[in-house]
């Protein structure tokens, strides 16, 4: 397959943000808030980031949406989760009824939660908040065939980036529920960042000593499978999932559209790692919630060069994480746009004496 053509000629809008000028002018701006330089740590890195995203050293997060992304796995029949696939179904009603974990942060912290049935095995009634774009009622068993055929996973970037389009705001936060979808995620790692397969496998939804050696010896199978499928949108098709395609979809449109992408955990992470080999920059538009325990999450996030708001040994998914650092954003963009200066605080700077600049 064409990656160019499948993936990259859309978005060649899709630059490098870090313009010098800019850059310095917001690291100006942080530097003379009444602070010791530095001293709000991370968050001048995160407010500068979403300056760079906005193109606004003032910015304001407008609207912000949660994409939880949903589809069955073929995989899942290889008893590589310690949940029966049933339980994608249920926890969508979960998430739309309120109570699962997504909703009630996604409540308290005033995100829009869109779920989204990419190909979920059992259909759901038409409900609000439940976008329908069903590939099929699951992907295929990945150890007999490609999880997807090329032109599904096609058909799952486009969703992504249609709802995207469809979407109001400038902030992205990435979900996603899929029993079986943290195999994909690690074959995904693995296949994407030529790292050994054991390493990027983990338990998952909890899976015990004895199922986390059968894990590693199925998707050890299913990498040698689809030894051929090494570009990203060939290893996508393999290995991945619906919801995993949706989302590198949402990824790629988001970034072009120069949205601030939050990114959840192991498996949104996984359709960051396909966009970003996809299209390098999508990146600079990211922020890591946080590092899921799931072991593979801390080497994903070193192989996209980003680093983690939070460390709570999450390992649910959802966009849980997403939602719990939102506030974070929000206060980044605060301290740009409202801390008062030296100069209009009148605050004495660093004195010369102490500041050992020189
Ligand atoms: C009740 C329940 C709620 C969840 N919410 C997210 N996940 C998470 O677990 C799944 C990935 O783990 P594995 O690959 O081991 O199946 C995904 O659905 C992910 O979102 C859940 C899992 C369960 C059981
Ligand atoms: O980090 C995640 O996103 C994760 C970890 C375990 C299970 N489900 C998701």
């Known amino acids: 397959m064409n990656n160019i053509d499948a993936a990259g000629s859309a978005h060649s809008d899709i630059r490098d943000l870090r313009d010098a000028a800019f850059t310095a002018e917001v690291l100006r701006l942080l530097d003379n808030k009444t602070k010791p330089v530095g001293a709000l740590g991370r968050l001048e890195a995160l407010a500068l980031r979403i300056a760079q995203v906005l193109g606004d050293a003032q910015p304001v997060l407008r609207e912000p949406q949660m994409l939880v992304c949903a589809g069955d796995h ?39 939660l869109t779920v989204v049935d990419c190909g979920v095995r059992r259909e759901f009634e038409p409900q609000p908040g439940l976008l329908v774009r069903r590939i099929a009622p699951g992907t295929a068993d990945a150890l007999v065939q490609g999880a997807m055929t090329p032109e599904q996973c096609a058909q799952a970037i486009a969703n992504g980036r249609e709802i995207v389009r469809g979407l109001p705001g400038n902030a992205l936060l990435l979900g996603e529920m899929g029993i079986g979808n943290s195999s994909s995620a690690a074959l995904l790692l693995a296949r994407l960042g030529g790292l050994d397969l ?65 990114v959840d955990g192991f498996i949104t992470g996984a359709a960051v790692l396909v966009a970003h080999a996809l299209q390098p920059w999508v990146t600079q538009r990211c922020v890591a919630s946080h590092e899921s325990a799931e072991p593979g999450h801390a080497l994903l996030l070193h192989q996209l060069g980003l680093s983690p708001l939070l460390r709570l040994d999450l390992r649910l998914g959802e966009g849980s994480g997403a939602a719990l650092a939102w506030p974070l954003l929000v206060s980044a963009c605060a301290i740009l746009r409202e801390m008062a200066s030296f100069d209009s605080a009148g605050v004495s700077r660093q004195s010369e004496a102490g500041g050992g600049t020189a």
């Open 74 to 112: 073929g995989l899942a029949g290889r008893g590589v989760s310690a949940y029966p696939a049933d339980v994608t179904w249920q926890m969508v009603h979960n998430f739309l009824s309120g109570g699962a974990a997504v909703s009630v942060l996604a409540r308290q912290h005033a995100l829009a």
């Open 198 to 262: 054991a390493q990027c496998v983990g338990p998952g939804t909890g899976l015990d000593a004895t199922g986390l050696r059968h894990k590693r010896e199925v998707l050890s199978e299913v990498l040698a499978r689809h030894e051929q499928a090494r570009s990203p949108l060939d290893a996508l098709a393999a290995l991945g999932g619906f919801e995993i395609a949706t989302l590198v979809g949402a990824v790629l449109e988001a970034a072009s559209q120069r949205r601030v992408i939050v």
